[in-house]
């Protein structure tokens, strides 16, 4: 156990489709991550959230959008992704001045048909 | 961006036997961490270091920074079936707070022969 989880574990999407994944923490941090992991290739991070406001997009397609509601939940709202946006997505978090020692919850497996 | 070369990319192991693997940069790194992700999983923190030189176990895990600070170790003794799993390497820019700079490394995949 981890404390972060996400959902859904698995999702299958259209390119025309609109999707949503959710991210939760409970280990009482203050900084919440996205990243997407592609096989051999490493973690690329995506988006830096600190005490809800967004820090850090790394050059990432207006089709993913981030929102944190509050410091324990961070969502990535997807729309019109191409195949090749197919990967696990990555969420983590961590203290915000330990922004090294971050924790990371399962994924989700991401399929763009 | 930065590049961590971690090696080797993949090990075949006997059961019982020792294992160690490296992540080496051409900068300067003032944190390394080691992270391991089982599959369908999300990579576990096992160890971190923030000095150069230092040496920290995690049960059979044994990690070393180098003294450089451009390189670190993470040695595994006496493997079992559950180490089976992708093991990566993660450092932090010397003089660089914050996640943009984190770097990870591509992983060794290690499989554990019973």
């Known amino acids: 156990e981890t404390g972060v989880t996400q959902t859904p574990r698995h999702l299958v999407m259209g390119m025309t489709n609109k999707k949503s994944l959710k991210c939760e923490q409970h280990?009482?941090?203050?900084?919440m991550y996205w990243y997407k992991q592609s096989a051999k290739k490493p973690l690329e991070l995506m988006f830096v959230?600190?005490?809800?406001?967004?820090?850090e997009n790394n050059s990432v397609p207006s089709r993913f959008s981030p929102e944190c509601p509050n410091s324990s939940h961070l969502f990535l709202h997807l729309h019109t992704l191409q195949p090749e946006d197919s990967a696990l997505y990555l969420c983590?978090?961590?203290?915000?001045?330990?922004?090294?020692?971050?924790?990371f919850g399962p994924g989700t497996r991401l399929t763009v048909l | 961006g930065q590049q961590l070369n971690q090696s080797p990319q993949s090990m075949f192991i006997q059961e019982g036997e020792d294992v160690s693997m490296n992540c080496t940069s051409s900068?300067?790194?003032?944190?390394w961490l080691w992270y391991k992700q089982d599959p369908g999983e999300g990579p576990v923190l096992l160890i971190a270091?923030?000095?150069?030189?230092e040496l920290t176990s995690n049960g059979r895990l044994t990690a070393q920074f180098g003294i450089t600070r451009k390189d670190s170790f993470l040695n595994i003794s006496a493997s079992i079936p559950s180490d089976v799993g992708i093991y990566f390497c993660?450092?932090?820019?010397?003089?660089?707070?914050?996640?943009?700079?984190?770097?990870f490394g591509t992983g060794t995949r290690l499989t554990v022969i019973p």
């Open positions: 959230y600190n005490f809800k406001e967004q820090t």
């Open positions: 993660a450092g932090q820019l010397e003089g660089q707070t914050g996640a943009n700079n984190l770097f």
């Open positions: 270091l923030y000095k150069a030189g």
């Open positions: 280990l009482g941090h203050n900084a």
């Open positions: 983590a978090s961590s203290q915000v001045y330990s922004g090294d020692t971050q924790y």
């Open positions: 900068s300067i790194f003032n944190t």
